[in-house]
């Protein structure tokens, strides 16, 4: 069992459709980050939890500390969110993440 | 927000020739930065954790003499793979956390850099 999982591996929604991507962890952690890694192979640090929940523009990330799972949240999904989603934890400011598979996520007009 | 510099983007080289990656944390100083490698459709994998002023931290399986980092300064790590073979064509991407903002550490990626042996 991977110490990060997310569910789904892919995902497909239509232009509009609200999307949740899940994130399972099983160690101790200080943070969690969500990803984007756009097809160009960059990556784009869109979160950093420890506790709750923040907004940014469509996207919502949450955290439940007690349960080690995020979700991250997109509402009124565009195309070109279309992307791989990456959730990653990691202990202390300076140590080493540990990252899940990601989520293929594909939003068609 | 603070940015990590990755540089080349692409490059293509002869088989056996060394190739030089830079990664430059443009506005904060980063003691620590990682080396990844990611092949198609599979997640990051840490090659190595480069520590500015020492050695770097390599992770099992990865060849400390193939792959040689170098953390000279607070804002620049380089890595260079040495002889290069068609096997070692991958995607190489940088990451340092920003200790700033309350020292939580908010993870920054370079652009990274398609590399790319014939």
New interface residues.
Partial sequence: KNEVEQSPQNLTAQEGEFITINCSYSVGI??L?W?QQHP??????LF?L?SGKKKHGRLIATINIQEKHSSLHITASHPRDSAVY?C?V?E??????T????TQLTVNP | ?AVVSQHPSRVICKSGTSVKIECRSLDFQA??M?WYR?FPK???M?MA?SNEGSKATYEQGVEKDKFLINHASLTLSTLTVTSAHPEDSS?Y?C?A?D?GGG???????G??T?LTVV
Avoid: N, Y
């Fill in positions: 200080s943070a980050h990803l160009g192979g960059g990556i784009v640090s950093m420890s990456i990653a990691g202390g400011s300076g140590s080493r993440l990252f899940g598979e990601g | 927000g003691t620590t990682f990611q599979q997640s990051l840490l954790t995607f991407i990451s956390r200790p020292g939580v550490g908010e993870a920054f990626f652009q990274g398609r």
